[in-house]
C-alpha cells in the first residue's frame, strides 16, 4: 500500500491526506461528545457541529501550509505548526458554534481538541516512519566485512549500525582465540571463511582496522585479498581514533600507495633541520608534486621564512592556498612568500634572492615528462640544464650556503631529452663546486613518485574508473616507486648530508613491473582483469614504448654507491668536467638549441652526458636540418 502512494504524484498525496484529516476530524468530534456524555446515541441537534468540524480542520490545516509539509520528512518544527493549527482551528470552530447558535458541549470542544493533536501527530508520524521503512527495504544494504574484531573494528561496526546503506555480516580475524566469538552479536570468522562469506552474502567491500604500526601485515593482507572482486577500504589514523568516535570519513579506499609503500625508517631530526631552521628556505617548483610537498616540509621545521618560486600561476595559487589555510598554526612565526617566477630568468631570480637573504635552495622546478621533452627539445633543455645552471651559478656567487638539486633516475644512461637534460644539471652542480666552494651543492636521484603529475597512477585511476582500457606502453616496463612523503623527507636528510658536489641515490626497493601495478590497481578498485579470452572487467591494451622510452631505468651510472649513516641513502661517486671544460662545451650546446639543430644537439649530448643513447627519430616539429 505504501508502495503505491509512494508512486502517486504529489497532488494525489494532498487530496489523500485532506480525505483523511476531514473524516477523523468528523470522528473526534462525535468521540468527544460520547466520551462526554457517556452514550453511543448522540442528540440530532449536535450534529450540524460535528458536520462544520472537519471543513474548519480542512481550512485551517490549509492556512497553516500543514499540507505543503512532507510527511516523511516531518520533525519538532512541525509539532509547533501542528499545535498552532489545532488550537486555530478548535477556536474557529468554537466562535462558530457561539455565532452560529449551534448545540455543542464546551468541554467536549476541549477534548475534541487534544484528540485532533493527537491524530495530527501520531498520523503524521506514522507516515514518516513507514516511509522510511519503505525506503529501507528498497534500498537493501550493502553487506560489509570488517577486518580485524578489535576496538577500531567494534567502531566501525557501531558506526554501521546507524547506515541505510552498508552493514556489517560478519568479523575476520587471524586470531585463532577469537574464532566463533561474536561482536554485539556479529560473529568472527577466520580468513579462509571470507570467499564463502563473499558468496552467501553478497559481499562487497571489506573494511580494514589493522593499526598502523603493522604495515607489512597491513600490506598482506591487502595483497591476499587481490583474489576476491571487493573494494577494500582502511581506517584512517586507527591509533588516535580507538578513543574517539569513528566517522564515516575516516574509512579510505586503499590505494596503490598502500601497496607499494614500505614501514617508516625513523628520520634523523638533525639532519630535517639542518638546513631549514631558522634559516630562509627557497623552493623552485614548488607548486609541483614534489616541490609543494617540500613546502609542506620545510615549514614543519621552523624556517625564518619559505619563499615559494612557481612559473605556473594555478599551481602557485594551490600551494599557497593550501599552506595558508590548512597550515595557519604553523605559519603563525613563519613569513612566506608566493613568487611567481621563471629560472631561467637571471635577473629575477637575482632579485629573489638578494631580497629575502635565502641561505638554502630546493631546486625542484624541471619539466619532467619524457614524451612531452622530446617533442618540446628546447624548452626542455633551457629549462632542466640552463634554467639550473643559472640558479646555480648565481647561489655559488651569492655565497648561498646550500643547493639541493631534486634529480631523477633517468639521468642515468639515458635515451632520452629529459633524462640528459637532467644529467647535465647534475654535472654543472659537481663542476660548479670548485668555483664556489663556500655553496654545498647536492644533487638527489630518485625514480618515479606515486601520484605525481608525471605518474602513470593517476592515468590508471582516470582509466579505471571509465571502465578501462588501461593503457600500458609494453608488457616488460619495469619502474622505481616511492611515496612523494618518503621520497622528500629523504630530500631534505640527504641535502643536509652533503659535504659539496656530492651526489645521494634514494634507496628506492624493488622495482615494479608496470603490468603488475595496473593490475593491483584493477583489483583495488573491486574488479578484474580481462585475460586473454576476455573474461573480467577492465581491459589492459600495450600501446607500444614512446619515442626515449626505456623499459627500465637506473640509480648508478658506473660506480658503486657509498653506504651512509642513514639506510635508505647512498652516495655515489660521479665523473663529471671541470667547469673550464664545461662551460665552453655548455655554451656551444646552447648555441645549437637555440638553432633547433637537434640532430647536433643529440651528437653534443653523446659527447657530454656518459652513457646516453638516443635511437629513436627526432620528433620536434621544430627540428631543423644540421
Same mark, same amino acid.
Given at each position: 500500500m505504501i508502495e503505491l502512494v509512494d508512486r502517486l504524484s504529489r497532488p494525489y498525496k494532498q487530496a489523500?491526506?485532506?480525505?483523511?484529516?476531514?473524516v477523523f476530524a468528523a470522528i473526534i468530534a462525535y468521540a468527544a461528545i460520547v466520551l462526554r456524555l457517556d452514550s453511543l446515541t448522540l442528540p440530532?441537534?449536535?450534529?450540524?457541529?460535528?458536520?462544520?468540524?472537519?471543513?474548519?480542520?480542512?481550512?485551517?490545516?490549509?492556512?497553516?501550509?500543514?499540507?505543503?509539509?512532507?510527511?516523511?520528512?516531518?520533525?519538532?518544527?512541525?509539532?509547533?505548526?501542528?499545535?498552532k493549527a489545532t488550537l486555530t482551528a478548535t477556536l474557529i470552530w468554537l466562535a462558530l458554534i457561539w455565532f452560529l447558535d449551534l448545540?455543542?458541549?464546551?468541554?467536549?470542544?476541549?477534548?475534541?481538541?487534544?484528540?485532533?493533536?493527537?491524530?495530527?501527530?501520531?498520523?503524521?508520524?506514522?507516515?514518516?516512519?513507514?516511509?522510511?521503512?519503505?525506503a529501507a527495504l528498497k534500498l537493501k544494504p550493502d553487506s560489509v566485512l570488517i577486518f580485524g574484531a578489535g576496538e577500531p573494528g567494534r567502531q566501525i561496526l557501531r558506526l554501521l549500525?546507524?547506515?541505510?546503506?552498508?552493514?556489517?555480516?560478519?568479523?575476520?580475524?587471524?586470531?585463532?582465540?577469537?574464532?566463533?566469538?561474536?561482536?554485539?552479536?556479529?560473529?568472527?570468522?577466520?580468513?579462509?571463511?571470507i570467499p564463502d562469506l563473499i558468496e552467501s552474502f553478497n559481499v562487497k567491500e571489506i573494511f580494514l582496522s589493522i593499526p598502523p604500526a603493522n604495515e607489512a601485515r597491513k600490506r598482506e593482507i591487502i595483497q591476499w585479498l587481490y583474489q576476491f572482486p571487493v573494494k577494500v577500504y582502511k581506517l584512517e589514523n586507527v591509533d588516535n581514533?580507538?578513543?574517539?568516535?569513528?566517522?564515516?570519513?575516516?574509512?579510505?579506499?586503499?590505494?596503490?600507495?598502500?601497496?607499494?609503500?614500505?614501514?617508516?625508517?625513523?628520520?634523523?631530526?638533525?639532519?630535517?633541520t639542518s638546513c631549514i631552521q631558522n634559516k630562509v628556505v627557497m623552493v623552485t617548483g614548488a607548486g609541483g608534486s614534489i616541490g609543494s610537498q617540500l613546502c609542506r616540509e620545510v615549514i614543519k621545521h621552523k624556517p625564518q621564512k619559505l619563499i615559494l618560486v612557481e612559473i605556473s600561476e594555478f599551481n602557485l595559487y594551490q600551494i599557497e592556498h593550501e599552506l595558508t589555510h590548512e597550515l595557519t598554526h604553523e605559519l603563525e612565526s613563519i613569513e612566506m612568500h608566493a613568487?611567481?617566477?621563471?629560472?631561467?630568468n637571471e635577473c629575477q631570480m637575482h632579485d629573489i634572492m638578494t631580497r629575502f637573504g635565502v641561505h638554502t635552495i630546493y631546486h625542484a622546478a624541471a619539466y619532467k615528462h619524457?614524451?612531452?621533452?622530446?617533442?618540446? #627539445? +628546447?624548452?626542455? $633543455?633551457?629549462?632542466? %640544464?640552463?634554467?639550473?645552471?643559472?640558479?646555480?651559478?648565481?647561489? !655559488?656567487?651569492? @655565497? #648561498? +650556503?646550500?643547493? $639541493?638539486?631534486?634529480? %631523477?633516475?633517468?639521468?642515468?644512461?639515458?635515451?632520452?631529452?629529459? !633524462?640528459?637534460? @637532467?644529467?647535465?644539471?647534475?654535472?654543472?652542480?659537481?663542476?660548479l663546486q670548485d668555483e664556489h666552494p663556500q655553496t654545498c651543492y647536492v644533487t638527489v636521484r630518485f625514480g618515479n613518485v606515486l601520484g605525481s603529475s608525471g605518474s602513470v597512477v593517476p592515468l590508471f585511476r582516470k582509466q579505471i574508473a571509465q571502465n578501462g582500457p588501461v593503457t600500458i606502453t609494453h608488457p616488460e616496463i619495469t619502474r622505481y616507486f616511492m611515496t612523494i612523503p618518503e621520497a622528500v623527507s629523504l630530500v631534505i636528510q640527504a641535502g643536509s648530508m652533503g659535504k659539496g658536489r656530492d651526489v645521494f641515490l634514494l634507496d628506492m626497493g624493488e622495482p615494479v613491473k608496470i603490468i603488475d601495478l595496473a593490475k593491483n590497481m584493477i583489483m583495488l578498485s573491486g574488479r578484474t582483469p580481462k585475460d586473454e579470452f576476455g573474461h573480467g572487467d577492465i581491459e589492459i591494451q600495450y600501446t607500444g614504448l614512446r619515442p626515449g622510452e626505456k623499459l627500465y631505468e637506473e640509480l648508478l651510472i658506473d660506480a658503486d654507491a657509498e653506504l651512509t649513516d642513514h639506510p635508505r641513502i647512498k652516495r655515489a661517486t660521479e665523473n663529471y668536467l671541470p667547469w673550464s671544460v664545461l662551460s665552453s662545451r655548455l655554451e656551444e650546446l646552447r648555441m645549437h638549441v637555440h638553432q633547433k639543430s637537434y640532430c647536433t644537439v643529440m651528437q653534443k649530448l653523446a659527447e657530454l652526458v656518459p652513457g646516453f643513447t638516443h635511437h629513436d627519430p627526432i620528433v620536434d616539429p621544430f627540428n631543423q636540418p644540421s
Open positions: 489523500i491526506s485532506v480525505a483523511y484529516d476531514m440530532d441537534e449536535y450534529q450540524d457541529a460535528i458536520f462544520l468540524f472537519p471543513f474548519v480542520v480542512l481550512f485551517t490545516f490549509h492556512l497553516a501550509g500543514l499540507y505543503q509539509v512532507i510527511a516523511r520528512y516531518v520533525g519538532a518544527r512541525f509539532l509547533i505548526q501542528a499545535i448545540s455543542y458541549p464546551r468541554s467536549s470542544v476541549v477534548i475534541a481538541c487534544v484528540f485532533l493533536l493527537g491524530y495530527l501527530t501520531l498520523s503524521r508520524a506514522t507516515i514518516r516512519v513507514l516511509f522510511k521503512r519503505n549500525e546507524n547506515s541505510h546503506t552498508r552493514k556489517a555480516v560478519a568479523f575476520i580475524d587471524d586470531k585463532r582465540k577469537l574464532i566463533n566469538a561474536k561482536v554485539d552479536d556479529v560473529k568472527v570468522y577466520g580468513r579462509k571463511d581514533l580507538i578513543a574517539e568516535e569513528i566517522k564515516l570519513k575516516d574509512l579510505q579506499e586503499i590505494r596503490i600507495e598502500d601497496i607499494l609503500g614500505r614501514d617508516p625508517v625513523k628520520p634523523h631530526p638533525e639532519l630535517l613568487l611567481l617566477g621563471d629560472v631561467k619524457v614524451p612531452i621533452v622530446e617533442h618540446n #627539445i +628546447e624548452s626542455g $633543455i633551457q629549462n632542466n %640544464t640552463f634554467g639550473t645552471l643559472t640558479l646555480a651559478s648565481l647561489a !655559488g656567487k651569492l @655565497k #648561498i +650556503e646550500h643547493f $639541493i638539486l631534486v634529480s %631523477t633516475d633517468k639521468a642515468v644512461r639515458p635515451t632520452n631529452f629529459m !633524462g640528459a637534460s @637532467k644529467r647535465l644539471a647534475e654535472m654543472c652542480l659537481q663542476a
